[in-house]
C-alpha cells in the first residue's frame, strides 16, 4: 500500500522560510519522479516542483529561484525548501508520485496536504 505523509507546514509571514517533508512507503521511491503541488481554495491545482529519478528538478516559473526541491533515497523522503515565502504561497502542499515532471504531472498517488499559510 503505498502511503504520502506531508509535514512542515504552518505559518510564516511574508519573507520567511518553510521546509516541507514528505514521507513515502509502499513504493520504489527511488525509480521514480516525485512532485509537489499547492491548492489554494477556491483555485486550481498548480504544480510547484518536481524532481526525477537522476536528480534533475523542474520548477513553475512562481516558485523559481525561492523553492528547492530535494529527496533522500535512502529515508525515502522528499523536501521542499521554501523561502522569501509570499502571501500568494498560501496553500495546502501536496508531496505527489507522478509519471511526468510538467505540470500537470500526471498525477500517481498524493498525501493528505499540509497547509502553509503566509501573512503580510
Known amino acids: 500500500q503505498v502511503r504520502l505523509v506531508e509535514s512542515g507546514g504552518g505559518s510564516v509571514q511574508a519573507g520567511g522560510s518553510l521546509r516541507l517533508s514528505c514521507a513515502v512507503s509502499?513504493?520504489?521511491?527511488?525509480?521514480?519522479?516525485m512532485a509537489w503541488f499547492r491548492q489554494n481554495s477556491g483555485k486550481e491545482r498548480e504544480g510547484v516542483a518536481a524532481i526525477n529519478s537522476d536528480g534533475s528538478t523542474t520548477y513553475a516559473d512562481s516558485v523559481k529561484g525561492r523553492f528547492t526541491v530535494s529527496k533522500d533515497n535512502a529515508k525515502n523522503t522528499l523536501y521542499l525548501q521554501m523561502n522569501s515565502l509570499k502571501t500568494e504561497d498560501t496553500a495546502v502542499y501536496y508531496c505527489?508520485?507522478?509519471?511526468?515532471?510538467?505540470?500537470?504531472?500526471?498525477?500517481?498517488?498524493w498525501g493528505q496536504g499540509t497547509q502553509v499559510t503566509v501573512s503580510s
Open positions: 509502499g513504493y520504489t521511491f527511488s525509480r521514480y519522479c
Open positions: 505527489a508520485t507522478v509519471h511526468k515532471s510538467f505540470w500537470p504531472y500526471s498525477l500517481n498517488y
